[in-house]
């Protein structure tokens, strides 16, 4: 197989339209790639997936959390997701409010990124940005109930993580499902967070998409959208 970039251009016009109210009179229409990304049967979510509460977050201790839920990639001590998506925390006790986690791994595209996500006592934490790898979870203080963290199964707090840049919604165009890839999806797309560099406190860098379907396994997703040509559109570099 090979491959060729044709132009490196931001912007791409074609054929021989004129008007003198488009483009500065210049020759040309603007085309705009369509981009297919293809997520196939992701697994369903895990909430425990990276951290057990009967392991060891079992009142976590401030500093590192080692990683022991069925996501441990036991060769690298990793967690290995099989789809990048974002992440859900929760302690068993009302009042850890004030731990703070920091999830340190790779996104979709294998850029480093680190995400802070705050516990709120019972009421799970979903994160903003899409991993496919954990490699670190370090806590600031003890937690008095026990922690888990994985991967949410409620459909709203679910995102997939989008493989090139989603500058705007208005660049977000179809999305199908299915076994067979035969129904309209019509979830919800959430755009790149622009902030360059990153943080470990905004969004994803490249966008996230949130199925209306629950993966489970057997659900293929197909998404359409125009991406980002420039270099960020695969991710704003991490200030770490």
Partial sequence: MSRHTITHADEIFIGDPQAGGINGAKRGV????????KILAP??????GLVTAAGSGATAAAGDVPIDGAFLNATTGFGDISTARNL????????????VLTITGRDIVGNPQVEEMTANGTTPVVGLKAFSVVESISNSVVFAGNLT???????????????A????????????????????EGGAFAAADSTSPATATTGDTKGTYTPAVIPN????????????LTKDGYGQNYAG
Avoid: M
């Fill in 30 to 37: 603007e085309v705009a790639p369509l981009h297919q990304q």
């Fill in 88 to 99: 859900q925390i929760v302690s068993t006790n009302a009042g850890d409010t004030t731990q």
């Fill in 217 to 228: 396994g057997a659900l293929n997703y197909i998404l359409w959208y125009h991406p980002d």
């Fill in 43 to 48: 697994i369903a979510g895990d909430v425990d």
């Fill in 149 to 163: 963290v994985g991967t949410s199964v409620t459909q709203a707090n679910i995102k997939l993580g989008l493989d």
């Fill in 165 to 184: 840049g989603l500058e705007s919604l208005f660049d977000a165009v179809h999305a199908l499902t299915g076994a067979a890839v035969v129904t309209e």
